[in-house]
């Protein structure tokens, strides 16, 4: 055997290593661009996002999905429990971490994931995937939507707890866990629905997040909405 027939197999194999490691990184730059193109394409408007929204991933990738044309779905699609499982565990634990949720919330949702008979995914908006974990007890589901950027939007639920998660507090929280603490004009807005909430908007960002609590059912969002929308709540 000479050396090219000795070393071939080798190379090609590191060759496909390099390509498969790398394909991830071009995924995401691809969409970076696919974002930010649609960003820049759009025609000027008065809801057009400021250069501070601009420069901000979170502010910038749910603008962008907000001007595109979606259809969304109407039937779920059943996940592998294993699969989801793993991938959402480093979310719940962001939230604890971060101060938005207490560590009550997090034992919860870790017991409740466990006790999953069955997940389901749904594409209500654009960019977005909704998972919602369903249990024996009807009482109890956790509902969390993450875009396809990873960025944590919604989530909302009945964890059988309500300790320790005061909607005020954990508001604040999910904006830093955001990224959102950067804009300065974030104003108290006014509450809406049952409950406790704590609703706030940043005309910069064009974002509007709310946390809220009612007995045990919580809820936490962040949307990107135009200031025309939003003085119109």
Known sequence: MNIRERFFPLLTTLCLVVLCSGLPFLWFVVRDRQLDTALWQLPASGDALSAAGRQNAVARELYAWRQLDFSPDTVGTEMDLEEVRQDIQPYLTRLCNAG?????FLAAANEL?????RCTTLREASGMTTYSFSTANPDRYL???????????AVHG???VQ??????DAVKAYRTLLGLDGFADWEEAT????????PCYSPDAQLYLTAS???WYFSMSVTSMAPETYAGL
Do not use: K
Not at 143 to 153: A, I
């Open 213 to 215: 609590l009612d007995r």
């Open 143 to 153: 509902r969390l939507t993450v875009s396809d950027y990873g960025t944590l939007t």
């Open 100 to 104: 938005v949720w207490p560590d009550t």
């Open 191 to 198: 509450p809406r629905g049952y409950g406790t909430s704590a």
């Open 158 to 160: 009945n964890l059988g």
């Open 113 to 117: 994931l466990q006790q999953t008979t």
């Open 163 to 168: 300790e320790g998660f005061v909607p005020s």
